[in-house]
């Protein structure tokens, strides 16, 4: 099941569903989904995970940023530092030019590539400090949406 949080409004696998809430204490919330009427009980916390009950259905939670989900979208939420970070292709398009290349040293905001998609031109930034791993792509190649593009360790 996947759900994302807006405002007053969800989205739950494609549809949206207007809501509201407001809390009843540290770990319970009153929550008024598509008009009906709920109780939410937060029963364990640890860091973004968490594990709540409503309606007597118990929920597995991970909380998300939107900065977070952004990342992720990008291709861009490589984890520890010390980890080979996979950047993804956002979207489907092609490949217009690459400014990096294997073993190369790269700052963090540095471009890495250009994306054309939908008549736009979009610059791929690295993310991180690292060296370049590896370049999956050249000028010309057409990609899918979430095709690795490049790694940098």
């Known amino acids: 099941m996947d ?23 540290e770990e319970r919330m009153a929550l008024l989904i598509d008009g009906k009427s709920y109780v939410a009980t937060v029963l364990e916390a640890s860091g ?31 984890g520890p530092a010390s980890a080979t970070m996979k950047v993804h292709a956002p979207m489907p398009g092609m490949v217009l030019s690459v400014a990096v290349e294997p073993g190369q040293l790269v700052e963090a905001g540095t ?18 400090r690292g060296a370049v791993k590896a370049v999956h ?4 190649d057409a990609v899918g949406k979430n095709d690795i593009l490049l790694e940098i360790e």
């Not at 009950?53 to 909380?63: A, C, E, H, W």
């Not at 471009?111 to 991180?128: C, D, F, P, Q, T």
């Open 3 to 25: 759900i994302s949080v807006r405002a007053d409004e969800f989205t739950l696998d494609g549809r949206t569903v207007p809501f509201s809430y407001e809390r009843l204490g």
């Open 137 to 140: 792509v050249a000028p010309g």
């Open 111 to 128: 471009g890495a590539l250009v994306l054309e998609a939908m008549k736009m031109e979009n610059e791929l930034r690295i993310a991180r």
């Open 48 to 78: 973004d995970r968490r594990r709540i009950r409503i309606g007597g259905y118990t929920f597995d939670v991970s909380l998300k940023s939107e900065r977070a989900l952004l990342l992720e979208r990008f291709g861009l939420s490589g």
